[in-house]
């Protein structure tokens, strides 16, 4: 009878092989997980911005379209938006009489924008006010935990100094700020 030398003995992996191939792909399987999420988080912050410039955008021209002084004191009443007043009194054929003066067509056009902030940015916000050293009105667009004012801290949105508020997720400041 033959004796076979150990070094050909072995066929195929061992145990421990496997278990280091097997430890080895969980490792990158999770890698790749933490990335996948990763860009998902990066693309609703972008879609949440675009958005939010889209919003800034459309306020911007519409005080552009309606800048009599009774259309500005709504426009800028000091806080963040929050007028609930009915999107469709100034809609259809059926259009209410206020929404022939400059004040009512801005309560309409406050109350049109929630509607869209609030169907598009979680828990949106939107601010209108004089701009930090000019005397040009600003839109501010906030959402998630973001506030649309002005302070020194997170979760204000921008700081007098004229810049955003630096913040560390996960109090990351989310908000747009539009000169018109």
Known sequence: ???ISSSKQQQGLGLTEVLVA??????????FAGLQVRA???TNDSSYRTQASAIARDVSERIRL??????????TNGTQWSTTSARNLCEGTTADA???????????????????VAS????????????????????YVAWNTTTPTVGTTAPDCFRAAGDYV???PPNVTDCVISET
């Open 98 to 116: 206020s929404c022939t003066t400059p004040a009512g067509i801005a309560n309409y056009d406050v109350a049109d924008i929630l509607g869209v």
């Open 1 to 3: 009878m033959k004796e």
């Open 66 to 75: 309606n800048n009599s002084a009774a259309a500005l004191a709504v426009y």
């Open 166 to 168: 630096p913040a560390t």
């Open 22 to 31: 097997m430890l080895l792909l969980g490792i990158g399987v999770i890698g």
């Open 120 to 139: 598009t940015l979680p828990t949106g916000k939107v601010r209108v006010a004089t701009c930090q050293n000019t005397t040009n009105l600003c839109v």
């Open 40 to 42: 998902i988080t990066a």
